[in-house]
């Protein structure tokens, strides 16, 4: 038993020796100017990639006629012209069909007020004064 302890003290004095080791070997190379470079260059290169992606993936919807991000932003800017033109439109049809509205009332209020004039009518044949005898103009 004695001589198990001994030999698993061994392995963790190994272990945490090795451990020291390899953090201040990291440390180092964390630390150097190198990494430094080695980082920035590694950085710049997938920045690098991901715009040609983006820009491959622009080439590729376009190939393919899909709607892009600018194609959507002026049909979007049509959208809003053409709601706003219908929007004007619906309110001149409003407005005309007041104006009918009033138009067909005050029509209706005329044919009220002569009809007890005709109901009279010239010498009692039910027309107004300015009828003729032969008709009606």
Do not use: W
């Not at 190939?63 to 219908?86: H, I, M, P, V």
């Amino acid at each position: 038993m004695a001589q198990q302890d001994s030999a698993e003290q061994k392995l963790r004095e190994a272990y945490d020796k090795s451990e020291k080791q390899m953090s201040r070997a990291a440390d180092q190379l964390v630390t150097s100017q190198g990494f430094a470079e080695a980082l920035a260059m590694v950085t710049s290169n997938v920045v690098a990639m991901s715009r040609i992606a983006s820009i491959g993936m622009d080439q590729v919807v376009r190939a393919t006629r899909f709607a892009g991000q600018r194609d959507l932003a002026r049909l979007g800017s049509q959208l809003n012209r053409t709601e706003d033109k219908l929007e004007r439109v619906l309110q001149a049809v409003e407005q005309l069909e007041d104006e009918l509205a009033r138009t067909r009332q005050e029509r209706d209020e005329a044919l009220a007020a002569a009809e007890p004039l005709r109901s009279r009518g010239a010498k009692g044949r039910g027309r107004l004064p300015h009828e003729s005898e032969g008709g009606e103009q």
